[in-house]
């Protein structure tokens, strides 16, 4: 009997071993911390915790999906990760998609946020772009649709592009743009979302451009452009401090942090003043500097300065003096403690610029483009064209304008059947030559 009992005892703690072995083998999730924030991922990728650490309160929205990276393929489809993979002593996490694809995440833990990367992605033809995201909250009081940080009165949560091939928002077309710069987080019904994405640009590829204006423009690729790269900083923190920490980012990170006499501008109080806007001259310039100073303002802004908008060249009706001019105003103005701006806009290239004319630059985007289908001497008025295509966008297409070698030339229509041809033709338009 007593050799009996032993014989039980002992498979009891073999079971029991057994049981604990078992537990410790199960689901591995990852943690990862700030000091005032934590975020839990599960072992298929899905965020499952995004907590305030002080107050111990859970803010991730229940009942949504929380991928913490998803390819995305095309239009609006979209794989969630199927698995994921933990190396803490690399700290790397291995994604794995259906299909086989795989992505590599490197992840740091830092004071006052976690930085996640985009290291690996194969096979690259699998992965034409990445979403982090969307990370759902409860949050909907206050929602930070530019910054990409929403808050209530108690806490924020926030996500941050790192670097330019990052950016902020959801894709919502083929472009890779975000109408009105918004969409870093976005109000919804459970409260709000968190999202940024990147697009692989190292191939040739078509796109709708600009709000659809230009249908299947070329876009020419950009070598080693691909995903991987892509860059995010993720915090959470008390409401107060929201700001504050989008500053320690940028600087622990390496990004732009302008100051402004002595103080980071989005803190400085300075920083959204109003100022006078006026087109100035040499001439006008010190009366209208003094209404500027009686209203009391402390910036003057010309809104047309230019002649040209690309070379960027002064009208010399407004500055005789040149470069030289107006930075003798611009030094006046300082002296009395008032800034002077001009304003620019340098994808509005016009026709007079050095950019456009007598030589059209190598480098002027596209909006499309068809073949000859003969040959052209230099008084041919009606051009046969392979396509009607990009040639009769009315609505947008406002300059009717086709480029041939060196050559511009404007059109007044394009012909709706074959053989198409653009007609009555201006050659050498903008000074160039037929």
């Known amino acids: 009997m007593k050799i009996l009992r032993l014989k039980s005892a002992t498979n009891l703690i ?75 002593e690399a700290k790397l996490l291995t994604l794995t998609y259906e299909g086989g694809s ?41 929602i930070g649709e530019v910054v990409g940080v929403v808050r209530n009165k108690d806490f924020a949560i926030g996500l941050q592009s790192l670097n ?5 928002g959801f894709p919502r077309n083929n472009e890779g743009s975000i109408p009105n710069r918004k969409g870093a987080a976005d109000k919804t019904d459970y409260g709000s979302a968190l999202h940024a994405f990147t697009f692989d640009r190292s191939f040739e590829r078509t796109a709708d451009v600009w709000a659809d204006h230009f249908k299947n423009m070329p876009i020419i690729p950009i070598a080693g452009e691909t995903v991987v790269g892509s860059k995010i900083a993720l915090f959470g923190c008390p409401a107060d401090d929201a700001l504050n920490t989008m500053g320690e980012i940028e600087l622990a990170e390496g ?46 802004y010309h809104a047309h300065p230019f ?25 006046k103005a300082a002296k009395q403690g008032v800034r002077v701006g001009v304003h620019t806009l ?25 073949l000859l289908t003969s040959d052209l001497d230099e008084e041919t008025t009606e051009i046969p064209i392979s396509t009607s295509e990009y040639f009769d966008n009315e609505k947008f297409n406002w300059m009717h304008t086709v480029k041939i070698e060196n050559e511009l030339i404007r059109y007044r229509s394009v012909t709706n059947e074959v053989p198409y041809k653009l007609v009555d033709c201006e050659r050498g338009a903008f000074g160039t030559t037929a």
């Open 307 to 331: 002649i040209n908008w690309g070379a960027f060249d002064l009208i010399p009706e407004q500055f005789p003096n040149g470069i030289d001019g107006i930075k003798g105003l611009v030094d």
């Open 102 to 142: 795989q992505i590599g995440v490197s992840y740091e833990q830092k004071d006052s946020h976690l930085t996640l990367e985009v290291v690996s992605a194969t096979p690259q033809d699998k992965i034409p772009g990445v979403i982090w995201g969307s990370y759902p909250t409860t949050i909907s009081e206050t």
């Open 164 to 168: 330019v091939k990052t950016t902020g």
């Open 346 to 370: 340098t994808t509005f290239t016009t026709p007079n610029d050095p950019f456009i004319t007598p030589i059209p630059n190598p480098n002027l985007s596209l909006t499309g483009s068809g």
């Open 255 to 300: 990004l732009p942090h302008p100051m402004f006499k002595g103080e980071w501008i989005k803190t400085h109080p300075e920083r959204s003043k109003a100022y006078m806007i006026t087109n100035f001259t040499e001439e006008n310039f010190d009366e209208l500097l003094a209404y500027t100073k009686k209203a009391g303002m402390n910036g003057i």
């Open 14 to 88: 073999i079971m029991f071993l057994v049981s604990i072995f078992t537990f410790s083998c199960g689901p591995q999730n990852l943690v990862l911390e700030t000091s005032t924030f934590s975020l839990s991922i599960n072992e298929q990728g899905q965020i499952i915790s995004l907590m305030d650490k002080a107050l111990n309160v859970e803010y991730l929205a229940q009942g949504q999906q929380a991928p913490l990276l998803v390819v995305h393929v095309k239009d609006s489809t979209t794989l969630a990760p199927v698995t994921m993979k933990i190396d803490e």
